[in-house]
């Protein structure tokens, strides 16, 4: 089956919107259903939406039916490589056209092995790093560099969090939506 690019522009209206990967896949279960190859379907829309090269999920389009808890473990991995491939399929983004900014607008997302490549443990082990062999000092290095891009993945969902804090206000009170909950007055 062909990628539909109404599709691509839907998935990706979506996630800035503040839609998590698992909601996205989700949508496409619910839209895809009966396709035959629905497992590929995924792979190719996010491959062609966010640069995503593979979508570990199952095959069954069923699992998708509710939302809840089960595909949350998908979030951590694919906001991070959604975010980090933004260039890629978000070029050219205008916030004006866009109706503001993003929630993706202040993030970043680093290749893992460049973390690794830019930690300095050295200077947090000062006294202690000529003395350690080099293969701990690698391992060292590599648990830094995994750590920083973990903080990174924190930011993510966190910016997320909150995108969905607000938008879960304007649903709750509309006529409040342009006044952030901290500053409404007390009923």
Do not use: K
Not at 85 to 107: F, H, I, K, V, Y
């Amino acid at each position: 089956m062909p990628i539909d690019p109404r599709v691509v522009a839907r998935l990706r209206s979506l996630f800035e919107e503040g839609a998590t990967p698992s909601a996205l896949i989700r949508f496409l279960a619910a839209h895809f259903r009966d396709e035959a190859n629905w497992h590929c379907l995924v792979q190719q829309y996010f491959r062609e939406a966010f640069a995503i090269p593979i979508v570990r999920i199952s095959n069954n389009p069923g699992e998708w039916d509710q939302a809840g808890l089960s595909h949350a473990h998908l979030n951590i991995h694919l906001l991070h490589r959604m975010v980090q491939n933004r260039t890629t399929w978000g070029p050219g983004r205008q916030a004006e056209a866009a109706g503001g900014p993003s929630w993706l607008d202040s993030l970043v997302a680093t290749e893992e092995t460049e973390l690794i490549g830019r930690s300095q443990p050295e200077a947090e082990l000062i006294g202690q790093w000529p003395h350690l062999d080099p293969a701990v000092q690698e391992y060292i290095e590599r648990i830094t560099g995994n750590r920083n891009a973990l903080y990174e993945r924190v930011l993510i969902l966190a910016r997320l969090a909150e995108l969905l804090q607000e938008r879960l206000a304007e649903v709750e009170n509309p006529s409040s939506a342009s006044t952030p909950p901290f500053q409404q007055s007390i009923p």
